[in-house]
C-alpha cells in the first residue's frame, strides 16, 4: 500500500514571502497526483493535478505553481505569499489502483 | 456539471442515533462515489464507496445508498457514536485523470 509524506505539518507566513510544500509517495510508481486546498470550515478546492513527471494541470487560477521533478515528488510553491493563501494544503494520490486517495497529513498554512 | 452538491452542511445526533448525509450529482460519466471521514488537523480517509453498477453498499456500521436516476447517494450510520464525530465529504470521479469532485463537506457531531 502506498504512503504518502508531507511536510511540514504547520507553516506561518509573512505576506510575501516564498513558499514551498512537498510531498513525496511511497509503495506506488507513476501514480496520478494532486494537491487540494482546504479553507478553514470549507470543502476541498483542487489546485493541480499531475499525471507524470513534468506534467502539471492547474484547476484554479492563482498565486501558487506546482512542479513534479521526480515520479514520486510533488511540490506546491509560492514567489510571494498572500493572505488568501492561507489554508490547510493536502497531497493525494491514488495509487496503483486509480480509484480511492489517499492522503498526506496535510500542512497548515498561515500567512500573517 | 462538475460539482457535487452535499447536505446538510452540520449535523447534531444523539448516541445510538441514524446520521444521514446526501449528495447529487450532474455528470453522468462519474463511475465512482466514494466518502471520506476527516478529524480535525488531520487529512481525509477513504470510508467506504460504490460504484453505479449497484444500490446499496454496506460496511460495519456505514451504508452508501445509490440512486442512478435520480443522480443521489447518500451515506447513513447506524448506532452513531461520539468517535464518529468528524467531517464527513462524498466524492465523484470519472474520466482519464481520475479527478476527485468533492462536496463541500458535513460537519457531524454524536452527542453522547
Known amino acids: 500500500s502506498q504512503t504518502i509524506h508531507q511536510w511540514p505539518a504547520t507553516l506561518v507566513q509573512p505576506v510575501g514571502s516564498p513558499l514551498s510544500l512537498e510531498c513525496t509517495v511511497e509503495?506506488?510508481?507513476?501514480?496520478?497526483l494532486y494537491w487540494y486546498r482546504q479553507a478553514a470550515g470549507r470543502g476541498l478546492q483542487l489546485l493541480f493535478y499531475s499525471i507524470g513527471i513534468d506534467q502539471i494541470s492547474s484547476e484554479v487560477p492563482q498565486n501558487l505553481s506546482a512542479s513534479r521533478p521526480q515520479d514520486r515528488q510533488f511540490i506546491l510553491s509560492s514567489k510571494k505569499l498572500l493572505l488568501s493563501d492561507s489554508g490547510f494544503y493536502l497531497c493525494?494520490?491514488?495509487?496503483?489502483?486509480?480509484?480511492?486517495?489517499?492522503f498526506g497529513s496535510g500542512t497548515r498554512l498561515t500567512v500573517v | 456539471q462538475q460539482q457535487v452538491k452535499q447536505s446538510p452542511q452540520s449535523l447534531i445526533v444523539q448516541k445510538g442515533g441514524i446520521s444521514i448525509i446526501n449528495c447529487a450529482y450532474e455528470?453522468?460519466?462519474?463511475?465512482?462515489f466514494p466518502w471520506y471521514q476527516q478529524f480535525p488537523g488531520k487529512g481525509p480517509a477513504l470510508l467506504i464507496a460504490?460504484?453505479?453498477?449497484?444500490s446499496e453498499k454496506k460496511e460495519g456500521r456505514f451504508t452508501i445508498s445509490f440512486n442512478k436516476s435520480a443522480k443521489q447517494f447518500s451515506l447513513h450510520i447506524m448506532d452513531s457514536q461520539p468517535g464518529d464525530s468528524a467531517t464527513y465529504f462524498c466524492?465523484?470521479?470519472?474520466?482519464?485523470?481520475?479527478?476527485?469532485?468533492f462536496g463541500t463537506g458535513t460537519l457531524l457531531a454524536v452527542q453522547p
Open positions: 466524492a465523484a470521479d470519472g474520466g482519464a485523470t481520475n479527478k476527485l469532485i
Open positions: 509503495g506506488t510508481s507513476n501514480p496520478n
Open positions: 493525494a494520490s491514488p495509487g496503483q489502483s486509480n480509484y480511492g486517495y489517499t
Open positions: 460504490i460504484r453505479p453498477d449497484v
Open positions: 455528470n453522468t460519466a462519474f463511475d465512482y
